[in-house]
């Protein structure tokens, strides 16, 4: 986390340098390179690490979380003109929330038969696929069963985006030996009932290529355990509420490790 945190510094300070170099030898102001920077940082990911999002300081406020509102504030800031890039940049969505027929519950089943002939189950297990291991969700329903793949992985968290001769060795000394999980390519949707839900694991709901054409509803599942006490847990559910709004998704989101909640058009309702 260190080192994430000194890469971003980094990134600031060469952006910061920039627009001084800028305004120098080009006679543009620098704080209109520094608007541009805001405007681009968000696409900055090292190691695939997505988290910064600027537009999280709008997400419970008057201000919209978009791309083209984020850059109206920008704007704002680079032209001196708030109360005019402000109004516009409002965020006027007075849309019904609605929920799908679904309840979350935490539980622990064993896999005994007949468990899902009344209910459909969703649990969150490793998978070892003939020597490679994946994290995966399974879906009991009807007596049956179908394991779906994990598509976005956690860096150092599940696989290393270090370059192989450092990775490897990275794995040996500080994994202990341990091996990647893989990935796979196609998103997974599933049907209960009518309704059809996105497959999302842990990271994977805080990642803009689970939301691709929009799903209406996403069922996500985390095992937040490993991060508390943290402000994981808190940033986790500040980015799905992001991309809640941003997409129009309706998200269960069931937790080990601190409370599920269900969100939609970014507004959170905590469940037992």
Known sequence: MIGIGLIEGFIFLFGSKVAILAQRYLKIPAVFWLALFLLGVNYITPFGFDWFRLQLLFLHSYLGVSFWQFGIVISAIESRA???????????????????DLTIKDTSISFENSKSQDITIVIGALYWDEGTPR??????KAGDSTAMHKVVLVPFGEYNPLPKFIGDWV??????????????EKISDYQIGETTYRNAICFEATNPKMYANNPKFMIAISNNKWFTPSIEPTLQHLIIEYYSLL?????????????????????????E
């Open 135 to 140: 994290n995966s969700t399974y879906l009991f």
């Open 171 to 184: 794995n040996k000394i500080i994994y202990n030996d341990g091996v990647d999980y893989k990935p796979v």
């Open 82 to 100: 708030k109360s005019i890039a402000t109004n516009v940049a409002f965020f006027l969505d007075n849309e019904d929330i609605y929920y799908a």
């Open 247 to 271: 997409y129009g998704t309706t998200i269960y989101h069931a937790i080990n490790g601190s409370p599920s909640y269900i969100t939609s058009e970014g507004k959170s309702t905590f469940v």
